[in-house]
């Protein structure tokens, strides 16, 4: 367990439908990372936080995508009209900004499944 | 495009061999190139990682060969476990900025007891 939790684990929902995720990073970690990963593949960089600022997006993150970081606390991504296509693991990630390289470290992911 | 490439796709390795996993990347502007594990139903975790400047990092059995010039890097697991098993992702990150992940697709590694 690396202290990043997300909820739910798993999602089926039907297309067309909303749905929304949540991820508590480490307390005290300022770094909040979105990344999707699809089956066979490593994960992709959908979203950046630092703090309650969202400071970088994907081209992969539509319009029907959006993310907040409200106090800069947890995270919740959401998205609209769901599409078949965006059925995968969507994982968070957090780290603390210092000197160097800070490790992400990564949550167990929410898996997405759309109908 | 797809910035880092790893192969290969997939490796069955025996108990105590050795595993090999090679990347290349493609982006100068990398500068940190980390490794992660990861089982089926959790999130990725760090392994091991390495910065340019050094061509040779080992902790315990894992160890990061690279090079710089050739622009790839390399992960080798001695004495290879049934435990290793797993998918191994290499990745390359900038510093500054978001510091955001690029990934490579990743190599589903067996060890057979």
Not at chain 2, 75 to 94: R, V
Request: hydrophobic share 30%.
């Amino acid at each position: 367990d690396t202290g990043v939790s997300q909820d739910p684990r798993h999602k089926i929902t039907k297309r067309g439908q909303n749905v929304t995720f949540r991820c508590d990073p480490i307390s005290e970690h300022n770094r909040l990372y979105w990344y999707r990963q699809t089956l066979g593949q490593g994960p992709e960089f959908l979203t950046y936080f630092q703090n309650e600022a969202q400071l970088e997006k994907s081209r992969l993150l539509s319009d029907r995508f959006s993310a907040e970081r409200p106090k800069g606390s947890f995270s919740t991504l959401e998205i609209q009209r769901t599409e078949q296509g965006d059925s995968a693991m969507y994982l968070c990630a957090s780290s603390s900004r210092g000197s160097g390289a800070d490790t992400q470290y990564f949550g167990p992911g929410t898996r997405l499944t759309v109908l | 495009q797809q910035q880092v490439k790893q192969s290969p796709q997939s490796l069955i390795v025996q108990k105590g061999g050795i595993s090999i996993i090679n990347c290349a990347y493609e982006n100068t502007a990398f500068d940190y190139f980390p490794w992660y594990q990861q089982f089926p139903g959790k999130g990725p975790a760090l392994l091991i990682a390495i910065r340019p400047d050094v061509s040779e990092k080992k902790e315990g059995r894992f160890t990061i060969s690279f090079n710089k010039s050739a622009k790839q890097f390399s992960l080798h697991i001695m004495d290879s476990q049934p435990g290793d098993s797993a998918t191994y992702f290499c990745a390359a990150q900038t510093q500054g900025g978001s510091e955001k992940l690029v990934f490579g697709k990743g190599t589903k590694l067996t060890v057979n007891p």
